[in-house]
Nanobody
């Protein structure tokens, strides 16, 4: 059973930064894609960023230029660096790991709240 544990969420003001981390219990070399999703109250879950095994990254338009996804294949960690945070970034953020078979594993989520 694969476990993913997110950390780093919190309460910040607009314009500030946060770094989310996701610890994976299995070598992330075994996963094709590593992803960050978020879900705001009353909204659909939204994919924020995806990093494939080659390190190529794709971002949602809403976070492009502000967020950076990275994976540490040695430490089995996934990160999301979030800068210039906005009110609309408030959500629960989930990390996910996708195998080549397209089986997905998810963490429990970490809350990010942007408020003045």
């Amino acid at each position: 059973q694969v476990q993913l544990v997110e950390s780093g969420g919190g309460l910040v003001q607009p314009g500030e930064s946060l770094r989310l981390s996701c610890a994976v219990s299995r070598s992330i070399f075994s996963f094709d894609n590593m992803v960050w999703y978020r879900q705001a109250p009353g909204k659909e879950r939204e994919r924020v960023a995806i990093a494939d095994r080659r390190g190529r990254a794709i971002y949602a338009d809403s976070v492009k230029g502000r967020f950076t996804i990275s994976r540490d294949n040695v430490k089995n960690m996934l990160y999301l660096e979030m800068n210039s945070l906005k009110f609309e970034d408030t959500a629960v953020y989930f990390c996910g790991a996708e195998e080549i078979s397209r089986t997905m594993y998810w963490g429990q989520g970490t809350q990010v709240t942007v408020s003045s």
